[in-house]
């Protein structure tokens, strides 16, 4: 069974910082990309950045570009996304997800990604 659980959620200020955690467990993810999503109130959950676990390839949206940074630690079967300079509108639920296709490159596409994390709340304060 693949699980996937994010961590590191809660309140921030504007201009804070929150670090996300995404622990992987039940399956190797030595090729998988690792992308993490998010879903505000009343919108379409969509792409926030990924990685790729063999060269380390990153893609950001442009939303987040300069401000958020994912990274990971193989050994740990653990993805991060270090937010900093947080605005408002970055209020959403965080969901992490795995690609384990060998792409080379990081998808955009939800439907892609055959695993979920539960979602992490991020909430950030005016």
């Known amino acids: 069974q693949v699980q996937l659980v994010e961590s590191g959620g809660g309140l921030a200020q504007a201009g804070g910082s929150l670090r996300l955690s995404c622990a992987a467990s039940?399956?190797?993810?030595?090729?998988?990309?690792m992308s993490w999503f998010r879903q505000a109130p009343g919108k379409e959950r969509e792409f926030v950045a990924g990685i790729t676990w063999i060269r380390a390839s990153t893609d950001y949206a442009n939303s987040v570009k300069g401000r958020f940074t994912i990274s990971r630690d193989n050994a740990k079967n653990t993805v991060y996304l270090q937010m900093n300079s947080l605005k408002p509108e970055d209020t959403a639920v965080y969901y992490c997800?795995?690609?384990?296709?060998?792409?080379?490159?990081?998808?955009?596409?939800?439907?892609?990604?055959?695993?979920w994390g539960q979602g992490t709340q991020v909430t950030v304060s005016s």
């Open positions: 039940g399956r190797t993810f030595s090729s998988a990309a």
């Open positions: 997800a795995a690609d384990q296709s060998k792409r080379t490159v990081v998808s955009r596409l939800q439907s892609n990604y055959g695993n």
